[in-house]
């Protein structure tokens, strides 16, 4: 991975000497991870004209499944309770020749742009805008591997899960499950904390479990994910509860299904964000569910759970291969519960098959 990592910062490096900074300062942990590998936390990469160093406030630990860091990069452990790895990075910076360093603003504190101020007073600090992220939203193939894995590891817990008794359990119980099970098979953790909506709460987006226990009849949506090696991903389905759906649990869910294939089928190279989202919407906006539609049909993973690009009605930009994105559409009626179907894929040309679906547990409405 020496490689992979030493051509990331040299793609970064190159943007900042094209933008007229010879030296840059990465802290956002998502950020670092992606161009040092695994770090300790609060740890920063300071980008050099030449040569780059990457300084923590402690020591890095022996984490074998989250990964060390890149072994060509220098690490400084900065002594003892010596402070901001940011700011001792941008005294480094001037000392070693530069006149300015292009920071993430986004990221930084006002409290912690004027350290680094004081610290270098002679340092012209300049934007790095959101450079690293925008390197990041093309996966490389050991990345998509990454993703792959962890979203074997949540459809095997999920499966597990539906092979178990519901009735009686609450919502609560139900996700503390499926985050030990992510664990027990190989997960560094949960992806962001599980969901799990059963009855009125089914459907809604980003649902908190609660103690209401599984009724029969009830809908039941969960939502959870995996991470693997720093990597995220994303699943969502929903199920009845009882021998038989109801007529309109049918109906509901045959919309939504109809609604995640439509945007999944809209996953091409060159796509437009906003035409993704309005496949999948218009089939929900036509049925006459415009009203109370979440904002977004689905989102970049990675690193982060929630990464660029965004399929939003108002989204700029397409999509490229190897582009990973959750499609999720749902529709929640209040008082009554509903249903939210959510995918990982990657985006692939037609001539590789199209988009490659990692989350593969079926959805075909199950009655549990």
Known sequence: MSEVYAARR??????????G????LVSRPANVRYLAGAAPHGAVLLLGATDDLLLCAGPPDDRPTEGRPD????????PGSAGDPAVAAAGLAAAQGADSLAVEEHHLTV????????????????????????????KDEEEISCLRIGAEIADQALGELLESILVGRTERHLALELERRLVDHGADGPAFPTSVGTGPHSGRPGHRPTDRRVEEGDFL??????????????IGRTFVIGSSPADWQIELYDLVFAAQRAGREALVPGASCRDVDRAARQVLDCAGYAEGLPNLTGHGVGLEIDEDPQ???SAM?????CVPVTVEPGVHLPGRGGVRIDDTLVVRPEADGGPE???ITTKELLAL
Do not use: F, I, M, N
Request: glycine fraction near 10%; charge should be positive.
């Open 311 to 313: 399929l939003t009605p």
């Open 111 to 138: 409290a912690r742009h004027r350290a680094l101020r004081s610290a270098a007073p002679g340092l012209r600090l300049t934007g790095l805008g959101c450079a690293v992220e925008q390197l990041r939203v093309v």
């Open 357 to 359: 679906l990692l989350t």
């Open 71 to 78: 072994e060509a990069l220098r690490v400084r452990t900065l």
């Open 221 to 234: 949506s969960v939502c959870l994910g995996a991470t693997y090696r720093g990597y995220r991903c994303e």
């Open 10 to 19: 040299t793609r970064l490096r190159e943007r900042c000497t094209a933008g």
């Open 21 to 24: 900074s010879a030296a840059a």
């Open 317 to 321: 930009g397409k999509l490229d291969a």
